[in-house]
């Protein structure tokens, strides 16, 4: 089933097909393993399985932990593969007002903004984000030129989603008007910050729990 549906969004790659159903598979694990403990401590202590998976969650420390681990494993895996394999980018030579486009996003440059501090002189386009007819905002790719530097320094715009994140990077122009940048589109990518979070958490559950229980055996004595 996992194979058919990543054939059927156009992902070729080894890889892909190799992890993805192997990810599908562990996940499923997890939560067949977590229903099916629910279902026996449901019928053991006759109570439906909403309570069992509460009490469960409560109790089972060591369950619960392992579980969140293998999910955030899966989580930085599928992070870092989709974004290594399925990032796209693409160039854009455009001119103040004009809309560029890449998959469902439509941009519009607005312009560009000069100014200065101490140590740089800062050039900032302006390029408005719009996404399934949703204006999201402005997103302000730089230019710093620095002067104890010869080469600038790009200062890149990012406008983040659940699934995918926007990079915009103002490229040069040129003496005519024309501006370029680089839009980079790169999904998935909150996956790897996600799965740390959760290994974390699991972590931090694991030695909580530890340390309560060992100061409660500390008082009893």
Same mark, same amino acid.
């Given at each position: 089933?996992?194979?058919?549906?990543?054939?059927?969004? @156009?992902?070729? *790659?080894?890889?892909?097909?190799?992890?993805?159903?192997?990810? $599908?598979? +562990?996940?499923?694990?997890?939560? =067949? %393993?977590?229903?099916?403990?629910?279902?026996?401590?449901?019928?053991?202590?006759?109570?439906?399985?909403?309570?069992?998976?509460?009490?469960?969650?409560?109790?089972?420390?060591?369950?619960?932990?392992?579980?969140?681990?293998?999910?955030?494993?899966?989580?930085?895996?599928?992070?870092?593969?989709?974004?290594?394999?399925?990032?796209?980018?693409?160039?854009?030579?455009?001119?103040?007002?004009?809309?560029?486009?890449?998959?469902?996003?439509?941009?519009?440059?607005? @312009?560009?903004? *000069?100014?200065?501090?101490?140590?740089?002189?800062?050039?900032? $386009?302006? +390029?408005?984000?719009?996404?399934? =007819? %949703?204006?999201?905002?402005?997103?302000?790719?730089?230019?710093?030129?620095?002067?104890?530097?010869?080469?600038?320094?790009?200062?890149?715009?990012?406008?983040?989603?659940?699934?995918?994140?926007?990079?915009?990077?103002?490229?040069?122009?040129?003496?005519?008007?024309?501006?370029?940048?680089?839009?980079?589109?790169?999904?998935?990518?909150?996956?790897?910050?996600?799965?740390?979070?959760?290994?974390?958490?699991?972590?931090?559950?694991?030695?909580?729990?530890?340390?309560?229980?060992?100061?409660?055996?500390?008082?009893?004595?």
């Amino acid at each position: 089933m996992t194979v058919a549906i990543i054939l059927l969004f @156009g992902m070729r *790659q080894g890889i892909a097909l190799a992890f993805f159903p192997a990810a $599908a598979f +562990v996940v499923a694990a997890i939560a =067949g %393993r977590f229903l099916m403990v629910s279902v026996l401590f449901g019928r053991e202590h006759n109570t439906d399985i909403a309570v069992s998976a509460w009490r469960i969650v409560a109790r089972s420390n060591r369950l619960i932990c392992s579980s969140l681990v293998h999910a955030g494993v899966v989580m930085v895996m599928v992070g870092i593969i989709s974004s290594s394999l399925f990032t796209r980018e693409e160039t854009f030579m455009v001119r103040e007002g004009e809309v560029f486009r890449m998959e469902d996003y439509a941009l519009t440059f607005n @312009g560009v903004v *000069q100014d200065h501090d101490e140590v740089k002189d800062i050039l900032t $386009a302006e +390029v408005e984000v719009e996404r399934d =007819g %949703r204006v999201y905002g402005l997103l302000r790719p730089q230019k710093h030129f620095h002067h104890n530097h010869e080469q600038p320094m790009t200062e890149i715009a990012l406008e983040q989603s659940l699934f995918q994140d926007l990079y915009l990077m103002l490229y040069g122009w040129d003496g005519e008007g024309n501006f370029s940048f680089r839009v980079i589109i790169n999904p998935l990518i909150r996956f790897i910050w996600w799965g740390v979070c959760l290994m974390c958490l699991a972590v931090s559950w694991r030695l909580g729990y530890r340390f309560i229980n060992r100061n409660r055996k500390t008082v009893s004595v």
